[in-house]
């Protein structure tokens, strides 16, 4: 019986390849579009055709693919519209739950800065430090106390580490900025106002969008067009 539990529990061979895919399509910087094809993916991942297949599918019913006949699946640049999409929906929620989180300050503000710390050590790995990046938010996220709220924000996770990564790319002086907001949030949190704390998150996300329009300014590229930002 023990066994059969254990074998029950192991993921899929769709869901290792939807998961290698993933991962895939996250650490690729999201002004870069490129195609992939199945053969690709099943000697990356070992393993055959058709669960690659549904991953792929899986994907695509996502829209984090498109899938062209004869010629694989095409990873797109980040459009301005889904850029703004997922500003906006992290701006409702971390707003939220930076106000809640201050009512714990003295038990995340340590946690928060052990964080930062970590950060500073991850400056020459891009992945690695906005997946720490996430990390910083996630917590904030999770004080707040509202299980419905974290999952939400669980869900855009993947869209973050690929726009996370496009702003770093674009900046040379990302990375220390980020360091420095980031330390300004917590010292906001610190002060116990809910107000104070959540103009910090506001200017946080205001920066790392901010790089994204300079970027498409300066390259003319797909990403952020059609949109005016203040």
Known sequence: MLSMTRQRAQPS???RAYG???EYVAALPGTQGRFLTEAEVCAETGLSR??????????E???FIEIMPNKGAYIPPITERQVAHLMDARALVEDWCVRRSVELSQHIVPRLQNIIAEQKGLKDRPVDFINCDREFHRTIVAAAGNEVIANIYESLRDRQLRTGLTALAASAERTALVLTEHQTIVDAIATGKADVAARAVEKHLASTLGVLHRLNTAKSTPMLTGRTFT
């Open 13 to 15: 061979a769709q869901d």
């Open 20 to 22: 290698w895919l993933k």
């Open 50 to 59: 058709t669960p690659v297949r549904e991953a792929l599918l899986r994907l």
């Open 61 to 63: 019913a996502e829209q």
